[in-house]
């Protein structure tokens, strides 16, 4: 008897690589953690290359498993350029040294001393000083509404 039935082998495996092709995509193209597609790209890279091997085998359409094979491959490679960039990015900070920078600018100025903290204790004494004479002139000055 003849059966119009298509052989599917690979199949399976051809959509889990799309799926996780398509994760890995999705994923890849968020800056800072883009190289984190790279597990499951290439996952899904090897989940390709079995499932087109089994469907050579069985004789099977390939389109879906090619179809996932490129994703992979695409998601991988942006991958891989964010994880350069980042290395770029990393290698020009240490040439930029923020430490060194920092101490130059605080090697000229000056460390505070008691004297110099307690006369900005008492500074700060007269300002709150200030601040509620003030509150308390501003809240004795306002029209009474009983009155109006």
């Known amino acids: 008897m003849y059966s ?6 690979g199949h399976y495996l051809g959509i889990a690589a799309m799926i996780l092709g398509g994760l890995s995509l999705i994923i890849s193209f968020i800056p800072c953690i883009g190289l984190i597609a ?3 790209s290439i996952i899904a890279l090897v989940l390709g290359i079995v499932g087109l091997v089994q469907a050579n085998e069985a004789q099977a359409p390939k389109g879906l498993i090619a179809g996932s094979i490129i994703v992979s491959i ?3 490679s942006i991958a891989i350029f964010w994880g350069v960039k980042m ?3 990393v ?3 240490r040439n930029f040294n923020f ?7 605080f090697e000229n100025k000056e460390i505070p001393n008691d ?3 307690n006369a900005l204790e008492k500074k700060m004494d007269e300002l709150k000083k200030v601040s509620k004479d003030s509150t ?3 809240h004795s000055t306002r029209p009474d509404k009983k009155g109006q």
């Open 4 to 9: 119009n039935r298509r052989p599917n082998g």
């Open 38 to 40: 790279l597990i499951p």
């Open 74 to 76: 695409f998601a991988g």
């Open 87 to 89: 290395n770029n990015f």
């Open 91 to 93: 290698t020009k900070d």
């Open 99 to 105: 430490v060194k920078e920092i101490e130059k600018e």
């Open 115 to 117: 004297s110099t903290m």
């Open 136 to 138: 308390l002139q501003q």
